[in-house]
């Protein structure tokens, strides 16, 4: 459909959401990838620069998933499998990719008890998203 005088192209509300969301993570993770690669070497141990990266590498894989959600949601709306998914895959991100972020600068090893519980989101969230594909 094209934009335009004659056309009004509009987007659904958790399509739009998921979309913005993922484009901002992605962003973020982009920015935290960059600043680990030049300002952390050298201000982290070799382990907790390790951390760190799994956690901007999980963000931005994640950040893909959100726009993929976002996608499938703009032709699902209604679809509560594909809702589900995009705020566990949101959820998902700030629990795993944050605590490895301040596990990595605090060294607070608790943090990563935390973890799992984000993966646990994550992998949920791809489930969630194939059951609301194959349902529709």
């Known amino acids: ?29 982009v920015m935290l990838g960059a600043f680990g690669a030049h300002a952390l070497k050298g201000r982290l141990t070799p382990e907790m620069l390790d951390i760190y990266q ?9 950040a893909l998933g959100l726009i993929l959600v976002g996608l ?27 605590s490895l972020y301040i596990l990595s600068f605090s060294g607070v090893r608790w943090l990563g008890a935390i973890t799992p519980v984000g993966g646990t989101f994550f992998i949920a969230s ?10 529709a």
């Not at 799994?54 to 994640?62: A, Q, S």
């Open 1 to 29: 459909m094209k934009a335009g005088k004659n056309y009004i192209v509009t987007m659904e509300q958790p399509a739009k959401i998921f979309i913005f969301l993922g484009s901002i993570s992605a962003m973020i993770s």
């Open 54 to 62: 799994t956690g901007v590498h999980y963000e931005f894989y994640h």
């Open 72 to 98: 499938v949601a703009y032709h699902l709306p209604e679809s509560d499998y594909i809702n589900w998914s995009g705020w566990l895959m949101f959820a998902g991100t700030v629990i795993f990719s944050g």
């Open 126 to 135: 791809w489930l969630l998203l194939a059951i609301g594909v194959l349902l």
